[in-house]
């Protein structure tokens, strides 16, 4: 049976009068990577901010661990890792010395904090960078020492926001690695990203999010096969004629072209060529474009709204 580790129920967050965070609830299970996946702007770090205990909600409520967050806050924030947007280490301290600070501020034992961050450094790649100022620190380096000083007290559950945004490909790989290594040793991992390919690629289950509401929770296969239903096919035909009845999917013309949005893909194509056939038309450009992140969006709003 799964057990819920995080249990958000219509969690709400006001900025003044703007409401970044509409009445969501969602749960996350022991032993998940949860992807919290949407666009700019659209409420995650506010979410994970509240998830942590940072920020407080203007209503609803967070268990985590099964706790209360208002009535539990430091014993949920003692078992918790969280690797904040922004990443967090100082500047002016050495990496093994941000590590130092961190361990005492969970109140570990000097020993252990020795060889653990040691364990750590040597993981992220920084063991031959620890005496370095991290002021001198890549974008990437700082990255992944905020993710060693979060997982330093070897916690059971990980907060992630946006963990490979803006890094290199070895770095991504290396923290994509890193958190899929954490998750086989039951440890439960929440993550913020506004990428597709990380979402898929690691994610158990996946909440889109936008405007602040909730717009979906599925694995991401089941989110993917919702964006194949956007797929695009562009075309342009010369003499220009197109008769949008032929195709099944939403049929936009714009100047000499023509957008047809569908799951047939294989079908849609052949329609296409076997009227420029009858027709005699010149099939001048033709291209199929895989659903984006925002197409997604689209597909989901849209059916929604139906
Ligand atoms: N402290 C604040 N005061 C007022 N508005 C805020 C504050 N923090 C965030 N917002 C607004 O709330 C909305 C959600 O912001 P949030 O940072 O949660 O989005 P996000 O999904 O993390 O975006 P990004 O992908 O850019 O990190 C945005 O419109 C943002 O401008
Ligand atoms: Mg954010």
Not at 144 to 157: G, I, Q, V
């Amino acid at each position: 049976m799964s057990v819920e580790i995080i249990k958000a129920e219509h969690l709400t967050k006001y900025y003044g009068n703007f409401l970044a965070v509409n009445d969501i609830s969602f749960s996350v299970n022991k032993g998940e990577i949860f992807g919290f996946l949407g666009p700019n702007g659209a409420g995650k770090t506010t979410t994970i901010r509240m998830l942590t205990g940072i920020l407080n909600p203007s209503s609803g409520r967070i268990e985590v661990f099964g706790m209360d967050m208002k009535k539990h806050k430091i014993e949920i924030r003692e078992r918790t890792g969280i690797v904040p947007e922004m990443a967090n280490p100082y500047i002016d301290l050495s990496a093994m010395r941000n590590l130092r600070l961190m361990g005492r501020l969970y109140g570990m034992k000097g020993r252990e904090i020795e060889k653990r961050s040691v364990e750590l450094l040597k993981l992220f790649n920084l063991y031959e960078k620890k005496d370095t100022k991290v002021r001198g620190f890549s974008k990437g380096m700082k990255q992944r020492l905020s993710l060693a000083m979060a997982m330093l007290p070897d916690p059971e559950l990980l907060f992630l926001d946006e963990p490979t945004s803006g890094l290199d490909v070895m770095s991504a790989r290396l923290i994509k690695r890193i958190i899929r290594e954490e998750q086989k040793k039951g440890k439960t991992i929440f993550m913020n990203t506004h990428n597709m390919q990380d979402a898929n690629e690691l994610c158990n289950r996946v909440a889109i999010i936008n405007h602040g509401k909730l717009i979906a929770i599925d694995t991401p296969e089941k989110i993917k096969e919702i964006g194949a239903k956007s797929n695009v096919i562009e075309f342009s035909l010369s003499p220009f004629k197109f008769e949008g009845g032929i195709v099944e999917g939403r049929v936009e013309i714009l100047g000499d072209k023509v957008k047809v949005y569908t799951a047939e893909v294989d079908e849609t194509i052949k329609k296409i060529v076997n009227y420029a056939e009858r027709e005699n038309l010149k099939i001048v450009s033709l291209n199929v474009e895989k659903p984006s992140l925002e197409d997604v969006f689209m597909a989901l709003v849209g059916e929604k709204n139906e």
